[in-house]
C-alpha cells in the first residue's frame, strides 16, 4: 500500500528523525520507492542523510507543503506503491493541521488509496502524553497512529502507558511500538559521517570509522527496528 508518514512528535528532541531514517533506509532495504521530506531548515534529515530522495518543504506556505502529496498525484505502477515519510520539525502541529484540514487531505488519500500515518514520538515525559492527547483532538479518527516509545529518550513509559491519551488513541485503533537505544557514541559517528545507516555500516577507513562490534551493534539495532515495521506493516 501506499503512505504517507508524518514524523512528529511535536517537540525537539525525541527522535524525529531517527526514525525517519531508520524508514528510509527500511524502505530502501525492501526495495520500495519513497520520497523524504524535510520541513526543519535548520536540521535536514534526509537532505543530510539520504540526498537521493530527498525534497525540502517550507511547512509556513500551502505551495510548499502540496510537494507532500504530488507522488500520489499519478496512479501506481502495477507493484508496490510509492510512499512519503515527512521528518515533521518541532512546532508544525499547526501549519501543518490547517493544510490538512483545508485540502481535505485525509478524505482525498482514502479515495487514493494511500494511508496515512501520524507517528507520535514519545519520550518518558508528560508532555509527550499531552501532546499526544492534542494529536488526536486534531485529526480523530481516520489516520493511523503509531505511537513510539523512544527508548533512547527514557526508560519509565508508565506514565504514558496509563494514559487516558494513549487510551484514546488504542481505541482508535493506534499502535504502539519499542524503538531501542542505540549506543551513543556509534550514533555521534554515524551522524559526523553525514552518512546512511547503510553507508555507516560498511565504511572500515577514517576517522569516525565504526568498529566492527560498533557495526554489529547498528546491525542488531536495525533488526529489531525493522522488525517492528514489520508488525506494523508500513
Known amino acids: 500500500m501506499r503512505s504517507l508518514n508524518f514524523i512528529g512528535g511535536e517537540k525537539g528532541g525525541v527522535g524525529k528523525s531517527v526514525v525517519a531514517r531508520a524508514l528510509a533506509q527500511y524502505y530502501i532495504d525492501k526495495g520500495r520507492p519513497f520520497t523524504g521530506f524535510d520541513t526543519d531548515r535548520s536540521h535536514t534529515t534526509f537532505a543530510r542523510f539520504y540526498a537521493d530522495y530527498a525534497a525540502p518543504v517550507v511547512v509556513d506556505r500551502y505551495e510548499g507543503l502540496d510537494q507532500i502529496a504530488l507522488p500520489f498525484e499519478d496512479a501506481p505502477e502495477e507493484g508496490i506503491g510509492h510512499s512519503v515519510i515527512v521528518d515533521l520539525a518541532a512546532q508544525t ?76 488513541a488504542q481505541a482508535m485503533g493506534a499502535r504502539v511500538i519499542n524503538l531501542p537505544e542505540l549506543h551513543e557514541a556509534s550514533m555521534r559517528k554515524i551522524d559526523r559521517q553525514d552518512a546512511s545507516f547503510w553507508a555507516a555500516m560498511n565504511r572500515r577507513a577514517g576517522d569516525d570509522a565504526l568498529g566492527m562490534l560498533e557495526r554489529q551493534r547498528v546491525k542488531s539495532w536495525l533488526k529489531a527496528v525493522y522488525a517492528a515495521f514489520d508488525d506494523l506493516a508500513v
Open 93 to 168: 502541529a499547526a501549519p501543518l493541521a490547517r493544510w490538512i484540514k483545508t485540502s481535505e487531505l485525509l478524505e482525498l488519500l482514502a479515495e487514493l488509496g494511500v494511508q496515512v500515518n501520524f507517528w507520535h514520538l514519545a519520550d518518558a515525559g508528560k508532555d509527550s502524553v499531552d501532546l499526544l492527547g492534542a494529536l488526536l483532538d486534531t485529526y480523530g479518527e481516520g489516520p493511523r497512529y503509531v505511537v513510539v516509545k523512544n527508548h533512547g529518550r527514557g526508560s519509565d513509559f508508565s506514565q504514558l502507558d496509563a494514559s487516558a491519551e494513549l487510551a484514546a
